[in-house]
């Protein structure tokens, strides 16, 4: 049986704990690989380890003990995201050692959005490309989510030289999108429902962060028009923040900004704290629709937006800005709509 190591770069969701993208990614690969045979160690940052009884193992990591946690194993697999495992890893793995790069979070991208746009940002950025390089030159395969990913990527790892004479027929990079969880999804307690909304109130969903690639402030702009036609309408914002504070907050504080301008706040619109993954399925399936509204931006036209994935697991139809590949994925599909980008009338109507 082939043994597998996942280093995941965040929390997981275990025991409540509360899971941004990456962890929920790991996880579920992780429990995916397990029923494929293959014995699975998850390994979870030291500050955000949490003990839970799992089809697989679970441990902490830290960059000191990545050489022993590799011991028993016959391939890792590694996300490009955090810069000290990046670092870390080549130093203590044999070359010779197994090492699959996930490379579905465009994290290169993402950072320059976090940047300002002046010297320090310059000089920020060049700090975490220098971290994130050493995995991309030390990796044997790498997987990405979509197409447009895949192209990208292409250039980045033929001019590391990843893509060269020997790998050029048969490229070692390859599609894994995002999944969705192996259980139909079921309604198990009322989370809004009587609530916080009523029982036959419209309700519509925005669910996890509120990053400053997003544009939630075009949606509370849209609500007024959306209020006169349906005056019982209830927006709910669930997460907004990151739990672990891995991005900015002001877009969601310019956010909930708007909606108290508008005299909205706790009347139509409710901002409600991040819940654990488990719970997800209930806030799906107690909403009419989900909204995913984003900013023209290099993230979002190589992103892959997980949450839009997830909703259409539960069937929950979408509306999403226009420009990424999962937007239209979602619209070809006949399961959502796309809205222009910025148009608070178009997305109203």
Request: aromatic content about 10%; charged content about 20%.
């Amino acid at each position: 049986m082939s043994r597998a190591i996942i280093f995941s770069p965040d929390a997981i969701p275990v025991a409540g704990r509360l899971a941004a993208g990456p962890g929920i990614r790991y996880f579920e690969m992780a429990a995916g690989l397990v029923r494929a045979g293959i014995s699975v160690t998850l390994a979870v940052p030291a500050e955000s380890y949490q003990a839970a009884e799992t089809d697989f193992k679970v441990v902490s990591w830290e960059t000191s003990g990545i050489g022993e946690l590799l011991a028993g194993h016959d391939l890792a697999i590694l996300p490009q995201v955090h810069g000290g495992l990046s670092r870390a890893y080549p130093e203590v793995a044999a070359v010779d050692f197994p090492t699959a790069v996930d490379l579905y979070d465009p994290v290169l991208i993402e950072n320059l959005a976090l940047q300002p746009a002046d010297e320090n940002g310059t000089r920020s950025f060049a700090g975490y490309l220098a971290d994130i390089i050493p995995i991309l030159k030390r990796g044997d395969f790498f997987f990405c989510a979509n197409q447009r990913q895949y192209y990208y990527y292409l250039g980045i790892l033929n001019a590391l030289g990843r893509i060269n004479p020997l790998t050029f027929a048969d490229p070692p990079l390859k599609l894994v999108p995002f999944g969705v969880s192996a259980k139909a999804p079921q309604h198990n307690k009322n989370v809004m429902r009587g609530r916080l909304v009523g029982e036959k109130d419209p309700v519509i969903l925005w669910f996890s962060g509120i990053y400053p690639w997003f544009d939630a402030q075009t949606l509370i702009n849209a609500m007024p028009a959306v209020i006169s036609v349906l005056p019982n309408v209830k927006l709910v914002i669930m997460g907004g923040v990151h739990p672990r504070g891995h991005a900015p907050d002001y877009e969601y504080r310019a956010t909930v900004a708007a909606a108290e301008k508008l005299d909205l706040i706790d009347k139509s619109v409710f901002f409600v704290d991040w819940r654990p993954y488990d719970e997800r399925v209930n806030w799906y399936l107690e909403s009419d629709v989900a909204v995913v509204t984003h900013k023209q931006a290099l993230e979002t036209e190589i992103s892959h937006r997980t949450r839009v994935i997830d909703f259409i697991w539960a069937g929950l139809p979408s509306i999403v800005s226009r420009g990424d590949e999962v937007g239209g994925m979602l619209e070809t599909a006949g399961c959502g709509l796309t809205v222009n980008i910025g148009d608070a009338r178009d997305l109203a109507d």
